[in-house]
């Protein structure tokens, strides 16, 4: 199978923990730019990340201030990651495993370069089964005449 760097998404947003962001600042870089998730970096690496269902676990069910409580808090961390140049499979078998939607995706150097997701997976299997079908049908028609 493919590549993680030929189907993860390059639409990544990251936050410094260095300014302090607080839920709510995490939560309107989602709302801007139409994403689950945010990763946040110290020093420029990922140190964790907060998604849409860690501030609906963590502050409105639990009733906290987002604009208070530090996004730090409810970032979970250390960070499950795949890297770039790692199989799709192995990506879909540590999601599994370790129960997450999304993986942080890696180079060699350890910055992030992109968000490899369920979705992108089911994408990729979509169109191999689509391929598949339209190349069986093919011959199908073929071996028909």
Known sequence: MSAVSEIMSKGL???DLASRPSVADIADIMLK?????VILLRSG???GIVTERDILRQIVLQKRNA???PASDIMS???ITVQS???VDTAAELMSKNKVKRLP???SDGSVVGMLSVTDIAKKLAKILADDYNRYGVLKATMDL
């Not at 730019?33 to 998730?37: C, E, M, Q, T």
């Open 45 to 47: 690496k990922p140190a």
């Open 33 to 37: 730019n139409k994403i689950g998730s």
């Open 105 to 107: 995706v890696l180079e």
């Open 77 to 79: 961390s250390p960070l």
């Open 67 to 69: 604009g208070e409580t």
């Open 13 to 15: 947003q990251t936050a």
């Open 85 to 87: 140049y790692d199989s």
